[in-house]
């Protein structure tokens, strides 16, 4: 009989890929073998299995299929993708995309258990528009996201839109900001106005070009009237739902910041993060917990999109040598070495520097937990090679591993 420790990455993957089915009978026998996993000692195991459950329950409650919008919570005309966007009026470039997105085209991105909370209380607002209406409020309609490039803000707005059922107004930066006096702020009102008289979301993306501090020495007066027209369009929205982000927030008007009911900075992955990041986008590929969690501590620095960019990067590796076991070491060096300033600069120098030192730094980490084992499997050696770099007489240079 074959253990399960020796073919776990199988099981695991047989477990995201069922458990992403949302069918409560496989999810019970996943629990079934959690518990197993766990009353045989193997731990590590079960505590894999324990992460996908958890995921796939916050995932859960963050697709509320339930919600059914109805006119009154949501008014105005149905937005099809046969009507015309407004256009710039000197250079007929567009003011906007229309997006339709689909939930399974547009999933969360992976994001802390705090975040998830408060997107899973803005959602059941919706999901209870009428409970809120008895006390004379309404679900929050103003949303702004903030933070690093990269980081699944964007991805964030297209998933709202999806699982509200909702076309996505996307504001064109090169069609709404004009070099003719007077044009940008006319053209801020005409997206405003398609937006106001559909069923929609209206997203601002780079939302700082337009709502730059008034202040500011650099902008002409032009600026100050921009952000006027903003701030009154804003306040004047009937009703839909308007979405602005943000990579620059302190470049934003003060005045702006209060036309948000919520403001949610979306931070950078954690190291868990890192890990829930790699076990969605890695698949098909096979995998144990030793390489994810390397991967995961390799990538000390990197946003979300830095990773998923990763993964690709990991797949064309592994397409083009067919019939080869992964290397993930390899190809994770291929990456650092097209990505130059990226992540954490220590962790770079370690994963292109000596085999040895890589594998005493990853021993010395205590969340890593690795073993000898472990390291032989990653750097693709017998356990005696292993043995013989940790003890040698050679100096290591001791990188401070942050």
């Known amino acids: 009989m074959v253990c399960v420790m020796d073919s776990f990455d199988i099981i695991q993957s047989l477990c995201r890929i069922g458990l992403g089915g949302g069918n409560p009978a496989f999810r019970r026998q996943v629990e079934r073998l959690r518990d197993t996993l766990k009353e045989t000692g193997q731990s590590r195991q079960a505590a894999v299995l324990t992460r996908l459950l958890v995921a796939e329950e916050q995932m859960e409650g963050l697709k509320p299929s339930r919600i059914v919008l109805s006119r009154e919570q949501f008014p105005g005309e149905v937005l099809t993708a046969k009507l015309s966007v407004p256009v710039d009026r000197e250079t007929s470039a567009p003011l906007a995309q229309v997006e339709f997105p689909s939930v399974s085209e547009s999933p969360f991105p992976v994001l802390p258990s705090s975040l998830k909370a408060a997107l899973q209380s803005l959602m059941e607002e919706w999901a209870h528009a009428e409970d809120l209406a008895v006390l004379g409020v309404l679900p929050a309609r103003s949303c702004l996201f903030f933070g690093l490039p990269g980081t699944g803000k964007t991805r964030l707005a297209f998933a709202i839109a999806a699982n509200l059922g909702l076309p996505l107004v996307v504001a064109k930066l090169d069609g709404l900001v004009s070099s003719f006096l007077g044009t940008t702020a006319r053209n801020i009102a005409n997206l405003f106005d398609f937006a106001n008289r559909y069923r929609c979301i209206l997203l601002l993306d780079e939302f700082d070009a337009l709502a730059k501090v008034r202040d500011d020495p650099q902008e002409v007066g032009e600026i100050k009237r921009v952000v006027n027209t903003l701030l009154q369009n804003l306040d004047a929205r009937p009703h839909g739902m308007t979405i602005a982000i943000t990579n620059h927030p302190d470049l934003l008007d003060t005045a702006v910041w209060r036309r948000f009911e919520i403001r949610i900075e979306v931070p950078p992955p954690t190291t868990e993060d890192r890990v829930d990041i790699f076990e969605r986008y890695l698949p098909p590929l096979t995998f144990d917990e030793s390489t994810v969690r390397f991967l995961s501590w390799a990538t000390e620095g990197l946003t979300g999109a830095d990773i998923e960019v990763l993964t690709r990067n990991i797949k064309r590796y592994s ?29 770079r120098a370690l994963i292109l520097g000596k085999p040895q030192e890589l594998a005493r730094a990853l021993l010395q980490q205590a969340e890593l937990g690795f073993t000898q084992q472990n390291l032989a499997q990653l750097f693709g050696r017998d356990q005696g090679t292993i043995s013989r770099w940790l003890r040698a007489d050679t100096p290591v240079v001791h990188h401070e591993v942050a």
């Open 319 to 347: 397409a083009l040598r067919t019939g080869e076991n992964l290397d993930y070491l390899t190809a994770l060096q291929a990456y650092v070495l097209t990505q130059a300033g990226k992540g954490n600069e220590t962790r």
